[in-house]
């Protein structure tokens, strides 16, 4: 017990000695911009896609999403897909196929 008084009588004025340290200053900041309004695509029964309420081929929507996310540089908008339970698969991949070569970074699946 002795020795550990001796150690903290000893060590105790070197801990209250202030220690130099070089902080990071504080920069201006930009704030984070709103996220842009999501893109919803459906695909109903009959195979149609639809963009935002309005048809469009399967072959023009890599580059509208191209276009979509290039408006919103850094902030890529949310695709929300909702596809009919009867609509075809390939119709789905093709949508998808899209999306990835667009780099779209959010993609949710939401019920129809």
């Given at each position: 017990m002795l020795v550990l008084l001796i150690i903290f009588i000893v060590t105790a004025p070197m801990v209250s000695m202030p220690i130099p340290v070089n902080l990071p200053?504080?920069?201006?900041?930009?704030?984070?911009?709103?996220?842009?309004?999501?893109i919803e695509l459906r695909v109903d029964a009959s195979n149609q896609v639809s963009w935002n309420g309005q048809m469009v081929p399967v072959s023009?929507?890599?580059?509208?999403?191209?276009?979509a996310a290039q408006a919103n540089t850094g902030n890529v908008p949310e695709l929300r897909i909702a596809t009919d339970p009867n609509a075809e698969y390939d119709v789905m991949a093709?949508?998808?196929a899209a999306a990835n070569n667009a780099h779209m970074e959010k993609i949710a699946f939401v019920n129809p």
């Open positions: 200053q504080p920069t201006t900041v930009v704030p984070p911009t709103a996220p842009p309004p999501p023009s929507l890599q580059q509208r999403m191209q276009d093709k949508v998808l």
